[in-house]
T-cell receptor, first 113, second 113 residues
Framework: AQSVTQLDSHVSVSEGTPVLLRCNYSSSYSPSLFWYVQHPNKGLQLLLKYTSAATLVKGINGFEAEFKKSETSFHLTKPSAHMSDAAEYFCVVSDSNTGKLIFGQGTTLQVKP | KAGVTQTPRYLIKTRGQQVTLSCSPI?????VSWYQQTPGQGLQFLFE???????NKGNFPGRFSGRQFSNSRSEMNVSTLELGDSALYLCASSSMWGGTEAFFGQGTRLTVV
């Protein structure tokens, strides 16, 4: 069975400093992986996706993630945090048999001025 | 191009009642999935429809049901509401079944009192 584990439930950074949100996955197959962001009282917005092309994936708003098969990781990074990045972030794997999305528990990113 | 539209945005219902939520996917998308989001359980998959057929179902009781129409619009129904059904219900649309990126609506916030 496929699953994702987000290693931090809460991350706090200062504005202008780097962001690292950690995600490990478990999959028997070559996975499709995604990062979504959810701002308060909003739906989910796709940040980026990995589908077995380049291992370094660039997304919107300056975010990127690197797929590391040897470490079964798909960490999300951003060089410089902005106040508007404060939100909840979800690492997601797509079940290759059913196509359903399997969500991690989420990481709340706090950005301090 | 219009996004995913969910109606209504907010609902308050009494225990024992039933409720119907609606989702209009992005034009041309034939896959619609439903998710329940609660603080305790996070995001959980309810079911997925593709071309009017239910393709997958999550681990929810039979009180939760859905359908998809020929224009790809989808509805989900919850009968005999319980307090624990209070949640944000999110709908996602995809162009294809399985593995492709999903676009989410803003959700319907259901409160059961």
């Amino acid at each position: 069975a496929q699953s994702v584990t987000q290693l931090d439930s809460h991350v706090s950074v200062s504005e202008g400093t780097p962001v690292l949100l950690r995600c490990n996955y478990s999959s028997s197959y070559s996975p499709s992986l995604f990062w979504y962001v959810q701002h308060p009282n909003k739906g989910l917005q796709l940040l980026l996706k990995y589908t077995s092309a380049a291992t370094l994936v660039k997304g919107i708003n300056g975010f990127e993630a690197e797929f590391k098969k040897s470490e079964t990781s798909f960490h999300l990074t951003k060089p410089s945090a902005h106040m508007s990045d404060a939100a909840e972030y979800f690492c997601v794997v797509s079940d290759s048999n059913t196509g359903k999305l399997i969500f991690g528990q989420g990481t709340t990113l706090q950005v301090k001025p | 191009k219009a996004g995913v539209t969910q109606t209504p945005r907010y609902l308050i219902k009494t225990r024992g009642q039933q409720v119907t939520l609606s989702c209009s996917p992005i034009s041309g998308h034939r896959s619609v999935s439903w998710y329940q989001q609660t603080p305790g359980q996070g995001l959980q998959f309810l079911f997925e429809y593709f071309s009017e057929t239910q393709r997958n179902k999550g681990n929810f009781p039979g009180r939760f049901s859905g359908r998809q129409f020929s224009n790809s619009r989808s509805e989900m129904n919850v009968s005999t509401l319980e307090l624990g059904d209070s949640a944000l219900y999110l709908c996602a649309s995809s162009s294809m079944w399985g593995g492709t990126e999903a676009f989410f609506g803003q959700g319907t916030r259901l409160t059961v009192v």
